[in-house]
Structures are given as C-alpha cells and as structure tokens.
C-alpha cells in the first residue's frame, strides 16, 4: 500500500475524520494503525513531547509545570488534562495518541521520531490534530519537509543570551494573544529565523528587533515570533518565546500559551488565516478606456463608496495622452479640462459617466506651463445620500479663472445624482465654500475630504506652494511673486490662519446648500488678538503640506491624514529636515508645523528679507511666529503638535540628537530612525482607510476580524520599504506625537509590481468588506491603460474550528 494512502486512512481513524489526499511532502513509511475517534465534553487531554536528540532544555521541568497549571485553573470551560513523556513510541500506539486533543513539541531539538513516529505524527494532523510548538522546537526533525511545514519556519544563527526585548501583539482578536499588552517587553533567547515565514503563516506576534541585539541573520523589521496556521487537515501553532525557565513563570507568557492551546485543543475557534497572501484575491473591475474617450476612467483621483456597493469615482482633468492641451496664457482656454465622475455598480460590473465639470487642471498651468494639480480633486458622499443622491466635490472651476493675475477660485458644492440612473444634474450645484488659490506656479491642491458622526465635513486643501526656490526645505521664501502673490511662501497660505490653503478645514453643511461652524475647531473666527480679524472659523487643522487623502474612524472619531513633504534628498545643519512624508493620526484641533517644523517637532530655519538665502534662527515649535510679509493672519500661532508616521529618503522617522535650545544636529550619521519598517525616496503619501469589521454582515468576501481597527497607510509609488502597511496605534499616545506600535505589509495582499496595483492613488472599504483601490496608471496628469479601479477581497473563510467541531459548547 502506498505510505500517502496509508496516512490518510489512519488520518481517517484517529481523529474520525476523511481520508486526506495525497499531498506534496515526502511519504511517510507504510504503517497499519487503527486509531480511535478524538475525545471531548471533559475529557480534554494535551500530550506534552520533551525528547530531545542532544541534551534535554532546562526548560522542560518549567514548561510541563506551566501547561499543568494552565489545564487545571483558569474558567472550567477551557480546562483540559496533561500527560507529558519523551518516549516517541506514543506517535505510533493507536489507543494512547487518540487520548489527546493536542501535542505539545517542547523538544530540545535534533532528530527525535523514527520515520514510522513522524508518520503517526502526521496522520494524527490529518485527521485534525491540534499541534503547538515551542522555542526549540523548531529545531526538530530537521530533515522533514512536511515537520518544516508544521513549524512554518526553522531558525538559523541566533544570539545564545538572553535579552530583554519588545514584542508587539499584532493580533488583538486570537486567543493567544488578545489580552497580551500592546508592546510586550520581556526576557527571552530570540531566534533568528532561515526563511520569514509571513504570508504563509499567520503571525500573531512580532519581535522589535530595534529593542535588542539580534546578531547575524537578523531578519529586520519584520521578525514573526509567534504565528499559527491550518495544517494539512489539523491546526499548529508555533512560539519562538520560551526559551528559558524563567519564561514560564510570567503571567502574561502562560496566557499566551492559554489560549494557543485553547485553539489547537478545539476549545475555541480562532483565525489562523488572515494575514496568509494566497487568502486574499486583488482584481481589476474596470476596462481600459476605449481609444480617445475616457468612458471608465479618468485622471484617478479619489473615491468613495456608497452604502448599496456602488463605487464613485473621479478623474482630476487631465485627459488621455491624445487630448489637446493649451498652455498659452493668452487663450482663453488654457489649462481647460474635463473633471469626471464614474459609477461603478458591482451588481451589473458596469461603469457609467455620471458626468463631468468643466475644471482648470488640464496641465497648461503652473511650474513652465506643463503642470498643475489643480482640477477635480475630491468626493464625497451626504450621510443621507441613499435617500437625497447629494454628492459633494471639491474643484477648481475654469470659468473662474483670471489669466490675468493666474488666480483661480477652488470651492466645495453639492450635486444630486440621480440614483436610478447614475446620472450627476450639473445644474444642481449649491457652492458651500470657496476661496481663492494661485494657479502661477504648481503645486500642492490636497483635494481630500471626509464626514465624522456628527455630520461635521472636513476639506483637505493643500498650501497652493510653489515646490521650488527653498532646496527643497521649507517653503518659506518670501521671495519671487507674482503681480503680489508670493506663490514659494507657504506662510502665506499653510502658516497664515486668515487663509484656507494648507488646512483640514471643518464645516457642518446645511440642507439649504450653506455651512454651520462646529465648536471646538481651532478658531472662532472673530480671535480679537492683534487686531481681529485675523483668522478663519473652518481651519480645523493648519500647518499641513499637500493633505491628498483623510478619512475619519467612523467608531472613534479620530481623523486620519497623509501629507506629502518638500523635496530635499537629505537633512541640512543648515535649513533643517529632508523631504518628510507624513501620515498623522489627529484627535483635537491643532497646528501641524509647516513650513515650521515637521516630524516630531522638528524646526526649520527662518529666512526672511532682504536675502532669503541667507538663514536666520530656528523655529521654536513650541511657540511658533509667522513674521513673513506675505502673512495677514496672527503672527503668534498655536503650539506644534507632533506627528504619528513621518519616513525620508533615509528612513523611517528620522530622529536626532538636540543640542540646549532643542535644535536637532541634522547630522546623516547621527540620525536614529524609530520606524525601521518604512523608508521614502520618490514620496507621496496616501492615507487609507481604518477597517471595521461588520460581524453582521453576511458577505463571504470581507476582510476577516484581525484587521478591525488597523490603520491603513501607503505611498503613491510601490517602491520596495515605501508605506503599504496596516499599522496598530497605542490608544494611551493616538493623537498625541504617539508612534505605531505595530505595523505589518499588505505589499502582497494589495500586490505591488507588474501586473499589481502600481501607483496608489485611493483606497476605501465598502460596506460589504471587500477593499477598492485606485491605481493611478504609469503617466502623470494623464490617464492611461493602467489606470483602473481593483477590488481586493478575503476567500479564507471563517475562522477554526467550526462551531460544530469545537469540544465543548460551554466555550463557544
């Protein structure tokens, strides 16, 4: 008889289950077993191996004590039995291996079972078997492909002492790890691991390798410690921790083993597949353009997502590369393009042009005539949309703009869209808000927005800054203007609290077409400090660069936004920072720093008139001043609240030494960088979405529970450390300067490279819990036939065991 064939019939005995087909591992010796069906209700057993091929780990006594105490104490309902043994003959006696619920490998490492022992090891996973591996572990059987396979990984050269290190917990749902501290700092042997084993296994913890010293073959920033996975027909769970005795006698490391064990006994069901790449499938839903039309896609730009599925999209304005483009000021139509608005309906996979505004920001403007990012540059939806169709868009109108003076007006207005046919009534328009912007010199629109609980509407609006004439640091020269804009003086604009450009602004919309203030933004508007007058009512947030996306947690709240940074390659003694891209997690109010400062409170230096060359002295971040001659708001500005994620060319949050005034020494070498997991080079952050999980919905396509209330954080360019990553904020820090204290890839999940979603423009969940993502194309202001709309959605299924398969009800 085949030894494949012989496995799944005695898999098909042990654990009462269905003869496994054949599988790619080698096969194990033929064998004749005949093995009862499992046990359950009370009679709950964990088998605990502790052979060891070389020296027995001091470890044993300590972990077989642990695992007693775990099964007699703690709620009935998750009790179970111990029997621990070193003698491998238990793999192949049939009525004493179907006592046990679950193995516990705490080996010492080496070549422990014989070849008929590693196949009654593996029918007993066939047929469901629970299986937790522990530290050393990993280093058993190490000739068996399908025992590396049960590990998930095996580890290489690791740091022989015992080091104080931070874990973080990743997953806040598994039981294993839910009731473990965000940042887990405790002793242990950390190993190093052969091959990183994340997107094959779920991992349910990570070790910061910033917080110790790994040594060589270190695997960086993403270091899997813990991590579980359905197995071949049964489920393993693995921990690297546990490497000394002293780990048993933590509470905290017991209830980590509590609940591995709770999963792979089947008292409770846990999802062990929802960070697994191949669990995840990423779609494009939309069609190429037909030649010389734009009639499913435009410029990509944002999105949103209505509450019946369907998709609206909008194309900034620039046409396809065929579309004509005026650049001569003297003609009227400079700079005209089409803004349009898509639907797409994931019932009929169709797509329609809702319709299209006739918008400035068909290239022809800005920096020497061939760009300009003004144009349509956001949507959202009315919290009533369902019933009223209102639709809100955030652009630049054509027909007002001055050639004159090259000013233009950018204003929010509500549409209507005709739910039943998808079709937007151009002549509905109600303008909330406008306000003037320079269209001279590109760049930086914003064009973000996004609605709290309270039917507040936040407007993400760029500083309207020229890119150059600073090096790429602070855009403060107040030097050139144009006909008396100076268009490099972002004190103009994201420093001036009398002007609406380089804010978040926060506004509560009224049925009539007009706008409330809500209490509690930064300014009242009528501020009687140095004369009155000098500030504006809607700045919720000011101080910020290029906001393209924000988006609001709709369970707390909290706002979310991404800001993209000047374009200095590295920091300067000088001038002060490199081009920091920056992601902010905002709970109050505030000032955000630029062109002051940026990071964690890190300033500029001044430059002011006669020579804006020359510098002057450094910011005070503390108590910021806007003394630029360009400036007609408050010159003593509210205090600089420090950011969540900022990521240079060099690293991820850039740290340095501060001399007595605070000052950073801005010296390359002396940089520390605090989030090891991201870096920059070409930089455009995109803000995503929080997920929340809807456990009422009945879609079989929505992201599994693991990922509620993570963050999600990208870059416009799918460069190998930029941003696409889901990232876990520390409640007690949010909104504060606070850093992540997690963070983990989605690079596979939301693929990157060819044939991926390149260029990441917009991402937004809909209420079925699938994710859309906006790919940009391979052009700029342009669309082209890679600019499309992808869907990504969850097929791993629900979580383990089923609730008809868990051993006692009472645990459910």
Excluded at 480 to 492: E, I, Q, T
Excluded at 602 to 622: E, H
Aim: charged content about 20%; proline content about 7%.
């Amino acid at each position: 008889m085949a030894a494949a064939l012989v496995a799944g019939t005695m898999a098909a005995s042990l654990l009462g289950g269905t003869a496994a087909t054949a599988k790619p591992y080698p096969e194990p010796p033929s064998t004749t077993l005949s093995l009862p069906s499992p046990p359950g209700g009370e009679n709950v057993k964990v088998l605990v191996f502790h052979a060891s091929a070389t020296e027995e780990s001091p470890v044993v006594n300590a972990g077989i004590e642990a695992i007693e105490t775990i099964g007699l104490t703690g709620p009935a309902a998750g009790r179970f039995k111990t029997e621990a043994t070193d003698d491998g003959s238990v793999f192949t006696n049939a009525t004493r291996l179907g006592k046990f619920n679950a193995v516990v490998f705490l080996t010492g490492g080496g070549d422990v079972l014989d070849p008929e022992q590693e196949a009654g090891l593996e029918a007993y996973v066939e047929a469901g078997g629970g299986f937790l591996g522990i530290h050393d572990a990993a280093r058993t059987e190490p000739y068996s492909d399908w025992f590396t396979g049960l590990i998930g990984a095996r580890p290489t050269t690791s740091p022989a002492t015992v080091q104080r290190a931070t874990v973080e917990i990743g997953d806040r749902i598994n039981p294993a790890t839910k009731n473990l501290p965000l940042e887990w700092k405790r002793p242990d042997k950390w190993l190093n691991w052969a091959t990183n084993p994340t997107g094959k296994v779920h991992t349910v913890a990570r070790v910061r390798e910033a917080s110790y010293k790994p040594g060589t073959g270190a695997n960086g920033a993403d270091h899997p410690i813990s991590w579980c996975r359905d197995y071949d027909g049964g489920r393993s769970f693995y921990t690297g921790m546990g490497g000394t005795a002293d780990s048993y006698a933590e509470t905290d490391f017991r209830a980590h083993l509590r609940g591995a064990l709770q999963w792979t006994t089947r008292i409770s069901a846990a999802d062990c597949k929802a960070t697994i790449d191949s669990n995840y499938k990423a779609e494009r839903v939309t069609q190429p353009n037909q030649a010389g039309q734009q009639d499913q896609i435009g410029e990509p730009h944002g999105m949103v997502v209505a509450p019946d599925g369907r998709v609206l999209y909008i194309g900034r304005g620039g046409g396809d590369n065929s579309a004509p483009v005026v650049t001569d000021w003297a003609d009227p139509n400079i700079g005209k393009g089409l803004g349009q608005i898509h639907v797409y309906d994931p019932k009929t996979k169709k797509v329609t042009l809702a319709g299209a505004l006739t918008i400035f920001g068909n290239k022809g403007g800005g920096d020497e005539l061939i760009k300009v990012e003004e144009g349509l540059l956001g949507i959202e939806l009315d919290p009533a949309f369902e019933t009223n169709g209102w639709v809100y868009l955030h652009y630049t109108p054509h027909s007002q703009l001055n050639r004159d003076t090259q000013m233009a007006e950018r204003r929010v207005s509500r549409f209507t869209l005709d739910l039943a046919t998808n079709k937007l009534d151009l002549a509905s328009e109600k303008v909330l808000l406008k306000w003037p912007v320079q269209v001279h010199s590109c760049c930086h629109a914003g064009g973000g927005m996004a609605w709290d609980s309270k039917g507040n509407l936040y407007i993400a609006t760029g500083d309207n800054n020229s890119s150059g004439f600073s090096d790429g640091y602070s855009g403060n020269n107040p030097q050139p203007n144009y006909k008396g804009v100076s268009f490099a003086d972002a004190r103009r604009t994201a420093g001036n609290t009398n002007n609406l450009n380089g804010k978040i602004l926060r506004i509560h919309p009224e049925p009539n077409g007009t706008y409330t203030l809500p209490e509690g933004n930064l300014f009242t508007g009528e501020e009687q400090a140095e004369g009155g007058g000098k500030t504006r009512g809607e700045i919720y947030v000011m101080g910020v660069r290029n906001p393209a996306r924000i988006s609001i947690d709709k369970k707390t709240d909290i706002l979310y936004a991404g800001w993209v940074g000047p374009d200095a390659g590295s920091p300067s003694t000088v001038w002060g920072p490199a081009k920091y891209d920056t992601f902010s997690a905002i709970t109050k109010a505030g000032n955000h720093g630029w062109p002051f400062c940026m990071g964690n409170n890190q300033p500029y230096r001044d430059r002011n008139l006669p020579d804006p060359s020359k510098p002057l002295g450094w910011y005070n971040c503390a108590a910021p001043k806007n003394e630029s001659p360009n400036n007609d708001g408050l010159v003593n500005l509210p205090p600089v609240t420090g950011n969540t994620i900022w990521y240079s060319p060099q690293g991820g949050a850039p740290d340095f030494p501060r001399d007595a005034n605070g000052v950073p020494s801005y010296k390359t070498e002396e940089a520390k960088y605090l989030l090891p997991w991201l870096k920059g080079g070409g930089q455009a952050t995109m803000d995503g979405p929080v997920y929340r999980y809807d456990a009422q919905s009945a879609s079989a396509e929505k992201w599994p529970e693991y990922w509620d209330g993570k963050w999600f954080v990208g870059d416009f360019y799918d460069a190998a450390e930029s941003p696409r990553h889901a990232v876990v904020t520390d409640p007690k820090t949010v909104g504060k300067g606070g850093l992540p204290v997690h963070a983990e890839s989605l690079k596979k999940i939301i693929p990157v490279g060819q044939g991926g979603i390149r260029n990441l423009m917009d991402w937004k969940f809909a209420p079925d819990g699938s994710l859309y993502v906006l790919d940009y194309g391979r052009g700029f202001f342009t669309s082209d036939n890679q600019s499309a709309l992808w869907r990504v959605t969850y097929k791993g299924g629900a979580p383990t065991p089923a609730a008809n398969n868990l051993v006692r009800k009472a645990a459910q």
